[in-house]
């Protein structure tokens, strides 16, 4: 067998593994949506194939918090559903993220009303704001786009920081 010289074989990549791993992390997010209006209706257009969430590799929708580490609250919280997307959030993977979805998710939208939580941040860390009513396709993507930007870095928000 002839030995050829390509520089292939003198390629040499040196990281650390917290790059690696962060790397890893932002194009493998595995999310989880808790949709529960209009926003839950418009994320399904994001995965579908205009617009294809699959390359930036969230396209694993999961259907169990548990093999999940990206939270997609996407629509009204009302107060009886706190309890349950904080149960959600604590039963998720380490590492795990948290996109508002939508006016409503991050601020109680026009409901100003006794019964629907005023943003979902009043109860779990959040880590990026999609804003819109509902919001488009593209400003998920951003969204999405931006928290890998984040992940990539190892940002964690400070409320995360405080609740570990």
């Not at 074989?9 to 791993?21: A, E, K, Y």
Request: proline letters at 6%; hydrophobic letters at 40%.
């Amino acid at each position: 067998m002839k030995h050829t010289n390509s520089t292939l074989d003198q390629i040499l990549l040196t990281t650390r593994l917290s790059d690696l791993l962060a790397w890893s992390r932002k194009n493998s997010l595995w999310p989880y949506v808790f949709g529960t209006a209009c926003c839950g209706i418009e994320y399904m257009s994001v995965v579908g194939p205009k617009y294809d969430v699959a390359r930036f590799g969230a396209e694993v929708v999961r259907f169990s918090p548990k093999q999940s580490d990206l939270l997609i609250v996407a629509g009204t919280i009302t107060e009886k559903m706190a309890p349950v997307v904080k149960k959600v959030y604590e039963q998720m993977t380490e590492p795990k993220w948290v996109m508002a979805m939508g006016a409503c998710a991050a601020s109680g939208g026009f409901y100003r009303a006794y019964h629907v939580l005023q943003g979902v941040d009043q109860v779990i860390p959040v880590d990026i704001y999609v804003a819109g009513c509902p919001p488009t396709p593209e400003a998920v993507i951003a969204g999405l786009m931006t928290l890998q930007e984040k992940i990539s870095r190892n940002n964690r928000p400070q409320a995360q920081k405080a609740l570990r």
